[in-house]
T-cell receptor, first 109, second 113 residues
C-alpha cells in the first residue's frame, strides 16, 4: 500500500527553528507538496519539490531525497501564527495525490 | 482575485436529510476535486473532474454524488447523511491533474444532527 508518515504533533518556541519530517512509500514519485492548514480552515500551498535538494522560500524551506523517500519542512524564526498543521502530500506514478495526516505544530511564547 | 469559493461555510443537516454543498472557481482550472477531511486526518479524495470527465474513487460511498454543470461550478450531493458523514468538505482545483498544485476553497464544515 501507499503510505505517508509524519509526526502527529510537535512543539517549538517562538523565534526558534523547527524541522518537520515526512517519509513516504508510494507507487512511483511525481513530486512532493507541503501545505499549511490552520484549524478549521483549508490547506494552503507552501512548497513543491520534484528534484533532490533544498527549496528555500523566505522563512520556509523544503528538502527532498528521492532515494530515501524523505522530505522535511524547515521553519525558521517561528512566529505564533505558524501554529498550524503541516501536511505532506506525494504524487504517485498515476499522478494520484497521497496525503499524510499532518503534523500539528504548537508554538509557545 | 481569482479564487475557489465554497458555500456555505457551515452547514447543519438532519440525519437522512439530503444536503448539497457548492463550489465555484474563477481560476478557469480544468480539474476540480472534492475531499472529505475529519479532525486530525488526511484529506480523503471523494471525486474529481478533469473537465467533464468524472472520476469516482473506488471507496467513495454511493451516498455521495457530484455534478459539474460547467467549468466554474461543482456540487457535492449527500443523499442520506449519516452521523459518520460529519466532516469538513474541501473543494479544490488545479490547472491540470499532474504536477500542478491544488488551490483549496475555505471548506464547508458539515454537522449531522
Amino acid at each position: 500500500g501507499q503510505n505517508i508518515d509524519q509526526p502527529t504533533e510537535m512543539t517549538a518556541t517562538e523565534g526558534a527553528i523547527v524541522q518537520i519530517n515526512c517519509t513516504y512509500q508510494t507507487s512511483g514519485f511525481n513530486g512532493l507538496f507541503w501545505y499549511q492548514q490552520h484549524a478549521g480552515e483549508a490547506p494552503t500551498f507552501l512548497s513543491y519539490n520534484v528534484l533532490d535538494g533544498l527549496e528555500e522560500k523566505g522563512r520556509f524551506s523544503s528538502f527532498l531525497s528521492r532515494s530515501k523517500g524523505y522530505s522535511y519542512l524547515l521553519l525558521k524564526e517561528l512566529q505564533m501564527k505558524d501554529s498550524a498543521s503541516y501536511l505532506c502530500a506525494v504524487r504517485d506514478s498515476n499522478y494520484q495525490l497521497i496525503w499524510g495526516a499532518g503534523t500539528k505544530l504548537i508554538i509557545k511564547p | 482575485d481569482a479564487m475557489v469559493i465554497q458555500n456555505p461555510r457551515y452547514q447543519v443537516t438532519q440525519f437522512g436529510k439530503p444536503v448539497t454543498l457548492s463550489c465555484s472557481q474563477t481560476l478557469n482550472h480544468n480539474v476540480m476535486y472534492w475531499y472529505q477531511q475529519k479532525s486530525s486526518q488526511a484529506p480523503k479524495l471523494l471525486f474529481h473532474y478533469y473537465d467533464k470527465d468524472f472520476n469516482n474513487e473506488a471507496d467513495t460511498p454511493d451516498n455521495f454524488q457530484s455534478r459539474r454543470p460547467n467549468t466554474s461550478f461543482c456540487f457535492l450531493d449527500i443523499r442520506s447523511p449519516g452521523l459518520g458523514d460529519a466532516a469538513m468538505y474541501l473543494c479544490a482545483t488545479s490547472r491540470d491533474g499532474e504536477n500542478e498544485k491544488l488551490f483549496f476553497g475555505s471548506g464547508t464544515q458539515l454537522s449531522v444532527l
